[in-house]
């Protein structure tokens, strides 16, 4: 590094350096409050923060719990309706297997019978 740009970089340190001193400075003399009096705000700020967060927390976790019962029943209910469409299906199944067997049963005696008529 050439010694222009160290000397920049030094000199851009040593004035950001000056700048926080002096603010800090400037925000001690002009607090509202004793250093005492700040700490305390801000351990106060800091634990309703927290509190916040925490309820927060807990809605957000009563609310997934909610939206996972509800999926759950949903699931239950759908479940339950597939089996009763599906025992249907298998009750209309079962009976047109019937009345096919049924009707090719009658068709076979049908045809015995035309054959008998036939042959006598």
């Not at 106060?44 to 029943?73: K, L, N, P, W």
């Not at 199944?93 to 008998?116: F, L, M, P």
Request: with cysteine; proline share 2%.
């Amino acid at each position: 590094m050439p010694t222009t740009e160290r000397s920049d970089v030094a000199s851009g340190l040593l004035l950001f350096l000056l700048g926080a001193a002096s603010g800090a400075i400037v925000a001690l003399l002009c607090a509202p409050a004793s250093g005492r009096e700040s700490r305390q705000y801000i351990g106060r700020r800091a634990r309703e923060a927290r509190e916040q967060a925490a309820a927060a927390a807990s809605r957000a976790r009563d609310i997934m719990q909610q939206g996972t019962d509800a999926m759950v029943t949903s699931l239950d209910q759908w479940r339950s309706r597939m089996n009763s469409v599906i025992d249907q299906g298998r009750d209309v199944i079962d009976h047109g297997t019937e009345t096919v067997s049924v009707a090719i049963e009658q068709g076979r005696e049908a045809y015995q019978r035309a054959k008998e008529k036939d042959f006598a």
